[in-house]
Structures are given as C-alpha cells and as structure tokens.
T-cell receptor
C-alpha cells in the first residue's frame, strides 16, 4: 500500500543555517506529494505540493523537488529562521477514491538563536 | 479564506462515556475527514465522507463512528471512550481530487481518564 517515510524525528539547527528534511514514499500510482507545517498548538497548513517530476516548487523560502526515480520529495531551505520552528509533515495523496492524505511521522524542526 | 471549525477545543472524558466531536466547514467542500494525531505517528485517518448522509471507514475506524448530516457538518462519535483514544483530533475538508489541498480545523484535544 501507499506509505511515506520521514527518517528524522527531530532536527535542531542554529538560525541562518540550511536545512533538508527527508521524505520518501511508496505508491504504485502517479504520486502527488505535499508538505504540511504545524506550528505549536495550531492546525497543519499546506506549505507546498508537487506532482511534476524533477520540477522545483517553492513557497515561503522553502523548496522541494519531486524525484520519481528515487521516490523522494525532500524539503529544503537555505537559511532557517526562528519562526521556522514547527512540526513538518510529508504527505502522499492516496491512490484510493478517498483522496486521503497518507502522512509521514513528522519531523520536529527547532531553530536556535 | 477556507474555514474549518471544531468543537469543543478540548475535552476530558471518563472511560466508558460517550464523546461527540463536531466539525463545521464553510468551504462548500464535498470531502471531509477525521484524523487522529499521536506523537510519532503523524496523522491517521479515522473516517471520511464525500457526500451528506454517507460516511466511509478510514485506516483506524475501530471504536469510532462518524455522522455527516449535511455538507457542512461532520461529527466523530466515541460510543465507549477508552484510555487509548486520548489524542488530538483534526477535522479537514477538501474539494476532492489527488492534488486538492486539505484545510484543517484547529483540533480537539481529548483526554480520557
């Protein structure tokens, strides 16, 4: 079945440094990938999405490229800010008719001064 | 701006009691979802609905029922609450389709004692 793997549960960085959060997926259908961000005590919100192979998509300084050859959709930012501290989820749109999102376990990003 | 609201925002329930969580959306979306969030598991789908008066089981439906009396409203019902159902519950809506954004409500923190 469909699945999403995020290998880092916790990432701690100093402000101004680059970050990459890993996401790999498994599906037998055409992949539709999403990154959602959840700040403390808030609802998850869409950060960016993609279904196009090898095309970089960007939003709010974050970017990701869907690579179907490696089944990956890593999230990157060149210089993290304190306000980027949040829980980041990678998600895959289900191939079933529910259009549900299959979420990874999430990566908690903490940015230190 | 798409809007999904949930009530209550937090609740303490006793084991064996009945709990009803409510969700209301003003997005005119056909699809509504109930997810459960536990630390280390991301969000997991409990039930969903794509039309009023009909609900479907998600990945973890055991111990939960759902009700969709209208397009705008979607409830999650715990007939006999158990300790293992302590979690944060999120409702979401979307227009359907593999690439559609899901809009999440603010969540309900449920504690079962």
């Amino acid at each position: 079945g469909d699945s999403v793997t995020q290998t880092e549960g916790l990432v701690t960085l100093t402000k101004g440094l680059p970050v990459m959060l890993n996401c790999t997926y498994q599906t037998t259908y055409s992949p539709f990938l999403f990154w959602y961000v959840q700040h403390l005590n808030e609802a998850p919100k869409l950060l960016l999405k993609s279904s196009t192979d090898n095309k970089r998509t960007e939003h709010q300084g974050f970017y990701a490229t869907l690579h179907k050859s490696s089944s990956s959709f890593h999230l990157q930012k060149s210089s993290v800010q304190l306000s980027d501290s949040a829980l980041y989820f990678c998600a895959l749109s289900s191939s079933s008719g529910s259009w549900q999102l299959i979420f990874g376990s999430g990566t908690q990003l903490t940015v230190m001064p | 701006e798409a809007a999904v609201t949930q009530s209550p925002r937090s609740k303490v329930a006793v084991t064996g009691g009945k709990v009803t969580l409510s969700c209301h959306q003003t997005n005119n979306h056909d699809y509504m979802y109930w997810y459960r969030q536990d630390t280390g598991h991301g969000l997991r789908l409990i039930h969903y609905s794509y039309v009023a008066d009909s609900t479907e089981k998600g990945d973890i439906p055991d111990g939960y029922k759902a009700s969709r009396p209208s397009q705008e409203n979607f409830s999650l019902i715990l007939e006999l609450a158990s300790l293992s159902q302590t979690a944060v519950y999120f409702c979401a809506s979307s227009g359907g389709g593999a690439y559609a954004e899901q809009f999440f409500g603010p969540g309900t923190r449920l504690t079962v004692l």
